[in-house]
């Protein structure tokens, strides 16, 4: 049986209601001594009463049994959506500006003038199979015995993969630090035996921190799902959510009209797109070729993989990414490109090594292709992105060397499975779905339009045997463009959000918090 929401580390005084109630320490007496804020990303002690002459009143953590791990719980009959846990959890963890490890959104529903609005509260889930950890290519993610998914900031190399990969978007990249970092439950609050900053600051109790057995959880975990929130089948999450019983059948995330493009990870358009070219120009001299076929091919697949050291917050690093190739297509990728690349510089000087070289293009440009074939990217989550990924080989890469029908029957898969991933896309009303097929076809129709038609005239002009020149500029127009808009139009699966998308009023909160604890430490304010 799944165990009763209690809050982790706190004694019951006698007289103070039923058994399992929350309890409130004292609050510290007005102008009482606080500490500076912490340097960005560096937690904060525990408490400030946790020192040797407070040490009788530390409370007791909450003994784990076998088989038992901890977990938050939600009530979303308490939360007033006052947002005190997002900046409780910005101010422990010394969090810049912009950058969020709580959240808080809005759920409405219902018919005028039975209209509902709740509040959720969430920050990581600290799941059981965590899409973080899985998907990690230097295995910076750890599953601890207590339940918390742990990040070592010391093995990230701030490639933002399990940004992708976390369906609840939980893991974020901290420019400051240029690696990602997320909640880690407060650890050294918990290792000191007091609450989570979140759970101890929100006045209503809807926080809490419980135990759990996992096998039980394992069996049913129904309960950590909620309106607007991706299914808890994904990874298992572990976050208990008490739903009011009068939430309406039909409900909506208030964040949802806002549909905003991703960022284009300029780094890896370079990547996927050079590589594949690389990779099409291996194909057509696979079986001879000449020596200047396979410097191109060669040039191209080393041009990319330097390119993408661009994206990592930490390309010194880079090497780690090689930690995880038993789970992570990253590391997959990483290994496959590296290979390929060293095997069509070797075939320059050595040509029977220019099949071989193919070969491990091919297998790097499907583990490229399905590392973003992850849930919670629902418009990459698809075969059709292997398809797509191919297809640009083909399209870019043969007309290089002169064989250009086969760089129009390219374009032409290209934009065949771009079109099925629309319509499939169109057929589900979620909002990570049709949001995608919004961005591509209305946002950016100008974009989509182009694209189409530099598509058809390289098209055109390799099918009827056309100036090579023209169908290479068209289809490589045609493709960039297909490219960037893969990146850009992107919607991910997230928890519900607010009517105001973004940061800008957590970090005023945030400051503004900040400033008057400096005033009260100087007695400035009283």
């Known amino acids: 049986m799944t165990e009763v929401a209690v809050p982790l580390g706190r004694r019951r005084p006698e007289g103070a209601g039923p058994a399992g109630s929350p309890t409130r320490p004292a609050p510290a007496a007005p102008g009482a001594p606080v500490p500076a804020a912490p340097a960005p990303g560096a937690p904060v002690p525990a408490d400030p009463g946790a020192g040797s002459g407070a040490a009788h009143h530390r409370p007791e953590l909450l003994p784990l049994d076998a088989g038992e791990h901890y977990r938050f719980g939600f009530d979303m009959?308490?939360?007033?959506?006052?947002?005190?846990?997002?900046?409780?959890?910005?101010e422990q963890n010394g969090l810049p500006a912009g950058t969020v490890w709580r959240r808080v959104g809005e759920i409405e529903g219902g018919d005028h003038p039975q209209t509902r609005r709740f509040h959720l509260s969430m920050s990581c889930n600290h799941c059981l199979d965590p899409a973080c950890l899985n998907g990690c290519p230097t295995n910076a993610y750890e599953k601890l015995d207590t339940g918390i998914v742990a990040h070592h900031a010391d093995d990230c190399i701030g490639c933002q993969y399990c940004t992708w990969t976390c369906p609840y978007s939980v893991p974020a990249f901290q420019p400051d630090r240029r690696i990602v970092t997320k909640c880690d439950m407060c650890r050294p609050r918990l290792d000191e035996g007091y609450l989570p900053a979140c759970v101890d600051a929100c006045p209503t109790h809807a926080i809490t921190?419980?135990?759990?057995?996992?096998?039980?959880?394992?069996?049913?975990?129904?309960?950590?799902?909620?309106?607007?929130?991706?299914?808890?089948?994904?990874?298992?999450?572990?976050?208990?959510?008490?739903l009011p019983r009068d939430v309406p059948v039909e409900t909506f995330a208030a964040s949802d009209w806002n549909v905003r493009p991703e960022d284009p990870h300029w780094p890896l358009v370079w990547l996927t797109l050079v590589s594949q070219v690389a990779l099409g120009v291996s194909l057509t001299q696979a079986a001879g070729g000449s020596a200047g076929g396979r410097a191109l091919a060669a040039a191209l697949a080393t041009a990319g993989m330097v390119g993408a050291l661009g994206h990592l917050g930490r390309p010194v690093m880079a090497w780690k990414a090689l930690r995880n190739l038993r789970r992570s297509w990253l590391s997959?990728?990483?290994?496959?490109?590296?290979?390929?690349?060293?095997?069509?510089?070797?075939?320059?000087?050595?040509?029977?090594?220019?099949?071989?070289?193919?070969?491990?293009?091919?297998?790097?440009?499907?583990?490229?292709?399905?590392?973003?074939?992850?849930?919670?990217?629902?418009?990459?989550?698809?075969p059709l992105t292997i398809v797509r990924f191919l297809a640009t080989a083909l399209a870019l890469g043969p007309p290089l060397t002169g064989h250009v029908a086969l760089g129009a029957a390219g374009g032409l898969v290209a934009v065949a499975a771009t079109a099925a991933n629309w319509a499939r896309l169109a057929r589900r009303p979620d909002h990570a779905w049709r949001g995608a097929v919004r961005l591509e076809l209305r946002w950016f129709a100008p974009a989509t339009v182009i694209r189409l038609a530099a598509t058809a005239v390289g098209v055109g002009a390799g099918l009827a045997g056309g100036p090579p020149a023209l169908v290479v500029a068209a289809l490589a127009l045609g493709e960039g463009l297909g490219r960037w808009l893969f990146f850009v139009t992107v919607v991910p699966l997230n928890m519900p959000g607010s009517f105001f998308r973004g940061t800008t009023h957590l970090a005023s909160l945030t400051a503004r918090w900040r400033g008057e604890r400096r005033q009260n430490h100087t007695g400035g304010r009283h």
């Open 77 to 90: 009959n308490s939360c007033i959506g006052c947002h005190s846990c997002e900046v409780a959890c910005a």
């Open 209 to 242: 921190v419980e135990k759990v057995r996992v096998d039980d959880w394992i069996a049913d975990h129904s309960a950590a799902d909620a309106p607007e929130l991706p299914s808890s089948d994904l990874t298992l999450s572990t976050t208990r959510i008490e």
């Open 332 to 382: 997959r990728e990483v290994a496959l490109l590296s290979l390929y690349a060293a095997l069509a510089v070797g075939a320059v000087l050595v040509p029977a090594l220019a099949p071989v070289a193919a070969v491990a293009g091919v297998a790097g440009v499907v583990a490229s292709a399905c590392l973003y074939i992850v849930p919670g990217r629902p418009a990459w989550d698809t």
